[in-house]
């Protein structure tokens, strides 16, 4: 079983959709949790980190459940420039700080 | 442009020939990392510095890989004897030490071709 599993998609939504990503790991002691978004043959970029609680930045929601270890990015009202590659990220435990990166999915929008 | 800046950006080499990449982090973090990435694939962690000392090495970096980072600011990695499997976007990434959560920062990455 790897690490970090994510649904490689592609996942094709219209302009102004909804779309959820999950992402589970398998490690129940990873200490630290993030979305990196990745343009095609361009570096990963930080999007968000995260948190217990759930945390919000505009039209995206990142939600952590570590009873079931899995990690869901929610994006609003799809926007043609949210196409792109969403990458989960897991830094498994204290006294490493190597990140455990998932294949990503693949989110294109449709005008 | 104050981020991480990797050089060269593209290399194309012939098997065999001995490569090195360059790394210039975020000029605060004390943290640096390398990392490979292949189509289709998430980045996966080859190696980690914290100031001069490489801290973390995967197995993925076989004896062919060689990091260096002598004055703790600037990295080189180098790849001996290169296969047709090494043809990758080699990242580098840096962080601040007690950053919370500990995040970090990429480079636009070296894409190696190896013919």
């Known amino acids: 079983r790897k690490e970090v599993e994510q649904d490689p998609g592609p996942f094709n939504v219209p302009e102004g959709a909804t779309v959820a990503f999950n992402c589970t790991y398998s490690n129940s002691a990873s200490q630290s949790f993030f979305w990196y978004r990745q343009d095609c043959r361009k570096e990963p970029k930080l999007l968000m980190s995260v948190y217990s609680s759930g945390n919000e930045d505009g039209r995206f929601t990142a939600q952590l459940n570590r009873a079931s270890q899995y990690i869901s990015l929610l994006i609003r009202d799809s926007k043609l420039s949210d196409s792109a590659t969403y990458l989960c990220?897991?830094?498994?435990?204290?006294?490493?700080?190597?990140?455990?990166f998932g294949t990503g999915t693949r989110l294109k929008v449709l005008a | 442009d104050t981020g991480v800046s990797q050089n060269p950006r593209h290399k194309i080499t012939k098997r065999g020939q001995n490569v090195t990449f360059r790394c210039d982090p975020i000029s605060e973090h004390n943290r640096l990392y390398w990392y490979r990435q292949t189509l289709g694939q998430g980045p996966e962690f080859l190696t980690y510095f914290q100031n001069e000392a490489q801290l973390e090495k995967s197995r993925l970096l076989s004896d062919r890989f060689s990091a260096e980072r002598p004055k703790g600011s600037f990295s080189t990695l180098e790849i001996q004897r290169t296969e047709q499997g090494d043809s990758a976007m080699y990242l580098c990434a840096s962080s601040l030490e007690g950053g919370r959560p500990d995040t970090q920062y990429f480079g636009p990455g070296t894409r190696l071709t190896v013919l």
């Open positions: 990220v897991v830094l498994p435990t204290s006294g490493t700080y190597k990140y455990i």
